[in-house]
């Protein structure tokens, strides 16, 4: 009798028991699920998890969801049926299966609750649901403040969504759980970046920066960032240490490093009689020279309580001299590039004066 139920379910049974999956696949296939002695949602899970063990996940996800249709509450098949959806691809299941698997979790299994809202807020960021995902991860945070899995996803979803005050909320907390040196300046360069062109603040950027620096003195990025908040708030000696800085470790004339900083950082070098730096920062121009010394003379001019024009140009034709710029050529590119600049009136006489 080749279709005894009993008898194939013995078998099936001692096939399962033995870990015999290919065998245990074909028996339980071979049985009427209706005439077996297991309740109906545990057949079916028992096939799906021979099916995923045997690597046949979409035959496994469609048994762990018939398990779950007959049998709603078992939290071990809504697992299952996530975990196979997941694999297949199935995110919108995925995601019925783990909300699903959340409500059935006692409040006070709160490991449980976690990792049950981290895999979902995972999910619904995967499915191109961001504010479903930043609402799981902050009900994470709610319950665990130090979640370095919550945070930097957090981190990461907040500034595509363009909410940078709730990233830099975020980046902080990252910060004040990173203990090696290194690390956290990279993340307080993360959050200065993050002040300066999120939040528009050029005085906290630098605040980060600084505390950056004084943790790890050779972080590159934030070097440049600090050359370039120097130059822009007037501070020649800073602006003078950083440049030799980046110099030192062959970094100032970097392609990646700002254009208006390093002709700032030039300019300074030739105020301050670092005419050796100058000079090598005016050959890294090569034939912009004019136009990045127009720009910076300009700007210097601008600023009050700055060298006095007459230096300024000074220190720009001695520089130019010493680059083998024409001094007319470099006027014409002063004057076109102050327009009708008031501001640069100033300039422009101390420049007919010195070469008159």
Not at 146 to 160: F, G, H, V
Not at 229 to 255: E, F, Q, S, T
Request: proline share 6%; hydrophobic share 45%; with cysteine.
């Amino acid at each position: 009798m080749p279709a005894h139920q009993v008898a194939l379910e013995a078998l099936a049974e001692i096939a399962y028991m033995r870990g015999d999956w290919l065998r245990a696949r074909e028996l339980y296939a071979s049985l009427d699920p209706a005439s077996t002695s297991l309740p109906l949602d545990v057949f079916h899970y028992r096939a799906g998890e021979i099916a995923e063990i045997l690597g046949r996940d979409d035959e496994a996800c469609a048994a762990f969801a018939e398990s779950v249709l007959l049998y709603p509450g078992s939290r071990q098949a809504l697992t299952a049926l996530s975990r196979t959806a997941l694999r297949v691809g199935d995110l919108p299941r995925a995601i019925d299966a783990s909300r699903a698997l959340l409500d059935l979790i006692p409040p006070d299994d709160v490991r449980a609750v976690r990792a049950a809202r981290l895999q979902l807020a995972e999910l619904c960021g995967r499915a191109g649901d961001p504010e479903a995902a930043i609402g799981y991860y902050e009900q994470v945070l709610a319950d665990e403040p130090k979640s370095i899995t919550a945070l930097s996803s957090l981190l990461a979803l907040y500034s595509e969504a363009g909410d940078y005050s709730s990233a830099a909320r975020v980046l902080r907390s990252l910060i004040a759980l990173t203990p090696a040196p290194a690390q956290r300046a990279e993340l307080l360069y993360r959050l200065g970046e993050l002040c300066r062109r999120g939040l528009g603040d050029p005085d906290l950027a630098a605040d980060s920066y600084l505390k950056a620096i004084d943790l790890d003195p050779d972080h590159l990025p934030t070097l440049r960032r600090l050359l370039d908040y120097y130059w822009h708030a007037g501070d020649n000696k800073n602006l003078l240490d950083v440049a030799r800085d980046l110099d030192k470790r062959g970094a100032l004339m970097d392609r990646v490093m700002d254009a208006d900083a390093l002709a700032g950082a030039m300019l300074v070098a030739a105020l301050r009689g670092a005419r050796d730096l100058a000079a090598r920062t005016a050959d890294h121009f090569g034939p912009t020279l004019p136009r990045a010394m127009a720009g910076a003379l300009i700007e210097a001019s601008a600023r009050g309580g700055g060298p006095p024009a007459r230096d300024l140009v000074g220190a720009a034709l001695e520089l130019a001299a010493r680059a083998g710029i024409d001094p007319p050529q470099l006027g014409a590119e002063l004057r076109r590039c102050a327009g009708d600049d008031p501001r640069a009136a100033t300039l422009l006489a101390a420049w007919a004066a010195a070469r008159s």
